[in-house]
């Protein structure tokens, strides 16, 4: 009977088909989609490749339904398949979570007749919906995919939702796994389940770096059990494939470049675990590396693990090669929390990094200057300063991540949201590189926010440290003296609305604000490419 009613709703579907033309190719039904959505005619079929696996728990990330509720079903429904010779690619959405059954090597044909074609822009990028399992007849299994390798500059729109591998890759940052989370709000999985995790959200990246200063992101949802297995993530240089996507994500600020890129699981990474670099570090903070160490001011001096109420006016040495980092809000700083779990297979709290964020404390206020009218005519900064006198190499790097709060909702609003990198060599006016960046909190508990009534886990609340490379001219090489700064880029700040779907960026920092701020850096430096 079911059967019957599923044919039946396919017929009329067919019979209400206003667009399309019959058509055999990847080429056509791009070009008849173009910007657009389409209802696909009878008889509409493609020949194809089959790139995903049905099995694999990363094939796209899973979006919050609710404040506390995430629909995995989105990763069990969608698959992806390329054209015979790997230039063209397609998303498809299966109708049902049971109705894919896809493996990577299947040569296909689908009948298309009845499902949608999206054509999308920026980049451009298309996707089939409404597929069920009597579209899809498998020609052959294990056929060997299109051999397609490229480093990431090369990447263009025609390569997305195709297989591909990036060449001479990176991670940005080789302490950790490749979800560095805050494990009590992912889901639930053998590397969390006695921890009881609340589940609230799901997906994360890691930035890959290439030998050109390109950067990637390689996302990874929170389900994959490979994410985190107690070796961290390869220190090599090597390759990583996967399937090349655009994905924006709320968590991580929102814009995860034009290209990423999705491993269907960790055979895709094939990067060494021998340590090597294409990079050298100029100056750099990494607490991540040697959390147990003491942090060394250049006043103070060394100071296990940084007293409880912070050193303001100093500035912290570097802990590989030589610079400075200070701060010109007047922020205390010291070492905390923060607030993932890197090597371990189980969550039983040693894997937390204790001592692996520089915490800066101040008022919102302290970061900006305002004018005899109250409006906002600067702001302060967070100041790298260094010297690539003597530096030979083809670029430079500006390498940070970031997070807001303190794990406590009521230091999790009223912040900077935007911020901005500048640029200065021997002390001529800094220079906007060009991009903003968004500063999210880590995940908070629902609760009572003083005059505003109950406020829930806002879905752009952080699991943990957003990662940013930003790449510098080659002209900065050679100079006495290069500073850097992270400052806000606007006045726009933090709120916790109360739909937690609504945008969280909402307010506006004013001349009589005020309101506690908790900024943490997890990794901050200035790198050469050799």
């Known amino acids: 009977m079911k059967h019957m009613i599923r044919t039946a ?19 056509a039904l791009r070009a008849q989609a173009a910007g657009r959505t389409v209802r696909l005619a009878p008889g509409v079929q493609i020949e194809a490749l089959v790139v995903s696996d049905y099995r694999s728990p990363n094939m796209e990330l899973n979006p919050n339904i609710s404040y506390d509720k995430v629909d995995l079903g989105e990763n069990l429904r969608t698959a992806y ?6 230039r063209y690619g397609f998303r498809l959405r299966f109708a049902g979570i049971y109705e894919n059954r896809l493996e990577r090597g299947d040569r296909v044909r689908l009948d298309l007749g009845g499902c949608s074609l999206t054509g999308d822009a920026d980049p451009e990028r298309y996707t089939v919906d409404g597929l069920r399992a009597e579209n899809v007849a498998v020609l052959e299994r ?7 390798e490229k480093r990431i500059a090369d990447l263009k729109d025609e390569d997305v939702y195709t297989y591909v591998t990036l060449t001479a890759t990176e991670f940005l940052s080789k302490q950790g796994c490749y979800t560095n989370v805050f494990e009590s709000c992912v889901q639930r999985s053998r590397l969390n389940a006695f921890d009881q995790p609340s589940r609230r959200t799901d997906g994360w990246a890691s930035l890959l770096k290439d ?20 070796r961290g993530v390869p220190h090599g240089v090597g390759p990583v494939s996967g399937i090349v996507v655009h994905t924006p994500m709320r968590r991580y600020g929102g814009d995860m470049g034009r290209y990423a890129i999705r491993p269907l699981d960790e055979r895709d990474i094939a990067i060494p675990r021998d340590t090597a670099s294409s990079y050298t570090a100029v100056a750099e903070w990494n607490w991540d590396r040697n959390y147990d160490a003491a942090i060394r001011f250049e006043k103070k001096g060394y100071t296990p693990r940084a007293p409880k109420e912070g050193v303001a006016g100093d500035r912290v040495l570097a802990d590989a090669g030589e610079g400075f980092l200070s701060t010109t809000s007047g922020a205390r700083m010291r070492l905390d929390t923060e607030y993932d779990t890197r090597y371990a297979q189980d ?24 004018d005899n009218r109250g409006r906002m005519s600067g702001a302060e900064a967070i100041v790298v300063e260094t010297s690539t006198e003597g530096v030979k190499g083809r670029g430079l790097s500006f390498d940070f991540s970031f997070l807001a709060g303190n794990h406590d909702i009521n230091r999790s609003w009223g912040f900077p949201v935007e911020w901005k990198v500048e640029y200065s060599a021997d002390g001529l006016p800094f220079i906007d590189a060009g991009r903003v960046f968004v500063l999210r909190p880590i995940v908070y508990n629902d609760a009572t926010i003083k005059d505003l009534g109950l406020r829930r886990l806002s879905y752009d609340a952080a699991p943990g440290f957003t990662e940013y490379s930003v790449p510098l001219p080659a002209s900065l090489l050679g100079h006495k003296k290069l500073s850097v700064r992270l400052v806000p880029a606007s006045a726009v700040m933090a709120t916790i609305p109360e739909n937690p779907a609504d945008d969280s960026a909402g307010g506006v920092v004013t001349a009589d604000f005020r309101q506690p701020f908790v900024l943490r850096l997890g990794r901050v430096a200035v790198r050469v490419l050799e």
């Open 211 to 230: 030998a050109d200063n390109g950067s990637i992101y390689m996302l990874v949802n929170t389900k994959c059990t490979w994410r985190r297995d107690g």
């Open 347 to 370: 969550n039983d709290g040693k894997a937390m990094r204790v001592n692996a964020a520089l915490r800066l404390d101040s008022d919102t206020h302290d970061w900006y200057q305002f």
């Open 81 to 86: 398949i390329e054209s015979p010779d790997g």
């Open 9 to 27: 709703a396919a017929v009329v579907l067919c019979l209400a088909a206003t667009a399309g033309v019959r058509a055999e190719s990847f080429e």
């Open 142 to 148: 294990g056929v060997a995919l299109p051999k397609k």
